[in-house]
């Protein structure tokens, strides 16, 4: 079956531009992540979904970044002023339910380059 | 921070298995370790994963120290494919959020 899928896979912003990423979870899955992952790093939570209820943005690392899942199932991450320090991939999750028993399935990512 | 400590890289020879240390000492009675793999390019994906007893999945074995201070992940047969960074997580039960660290990448050479 299909898996998450993101799009674009690829996106250059010119600093100060505003960017919206997709993500399109596995049919069925109640929850939903976001995380950002640097160069060389691993991946670093940004926030948390189930259903269409945004139970945890602890991690979003300003007020530029805002997401939203208004149906409970397509999720849309957005940057605005985008700064180079943004720079980095983003990489969308979804599990059964929110909680340790279910594996969380990855997407492929989408990787942002701020000029 | 991560609450899991990896070597930072790996080598192994191809058809041989490949150990991957963790070590959690600080672990709790309530959460589970998990591993996933992040080849290039892709997002991560799920291993395998343990509270306190050994598992083996068509993938690889978790073998969990009594003391669960610390684990290891087993790929028996490694293969090309197998290259990748690997991280080993520790999740509170019931709880969502993974905390990763920066994992071992371990390359299989022919």
């Known amino acids: 079956g299909a898996g998450v899928s993101q799009s674009p896979r690829y996106k250059v912003a010119k600093r100060g531009q505003d960017v919206a990423l997709r993500c399109d979870p596995i049919s069925g899955h109640v929850s939903l992540f976001w995380y950002q992952q640097a160069l060389g790093q691993g991946p670093e939570f940004l926030t948390y979904?189930?259903?269409?209820?945004?139970?945890?943005k602890s991690g979003l690392p300003s007020d530029r970044f805002f997401a939203e899942r208004p149906e409970g199932s397509v999720s849309t991450l957005k940057i605005q002023r985008t700064q180079q320090e943004d720079s980095a991939v983003y990489l969308c999750?979804?599990?059964?339910?929110?909680?340790?028993?279910?594996?969380?399935?990855f997407g492929p990512g989408t990787r942002l380059t701020v000029l | 921070d991560a609450k899991t400590t990896q070597p930072p890289s790996m080598d192994c020879a191809e058809g041989r298995a490949a150990n991957l240390p963790c070590n959690h000492s600080?672990?709790?009675?309530?959460?589970?370790v998990y591993w996933y793999r992040q080849i290039h390019s892709q997002g991560p994906q799920y291993i395998i994963h343990?509270?306190?007893n050994n598992e083996t999945n068509e993938m690889a074995s978790l073998i969990i120290t009594e003391d669960r201070k610390s684990s290891t992940l087993i790929l028996p047969h490694a293969t090309l494919r197998d290259t990748a960074v690997y991280y080993c997580i520790v999740v509170t039960s019931g709880t969502y959020k993974y905390i990763f660290g920066t994992g071992t990448r371990l390359k299989v050479l022919a």
């Open positions: 999750a979804s599990s059964l339910q929110g909680s340790s028993y279910n594996e969380q399935f």
């Open positions: 343990g509270l306190k």
């Open positions: 979904f189930q259903n269409e209820a945004q139970l945890d």
């Open positions: 600080t672990i709790s009675g309530n959460e589970y």
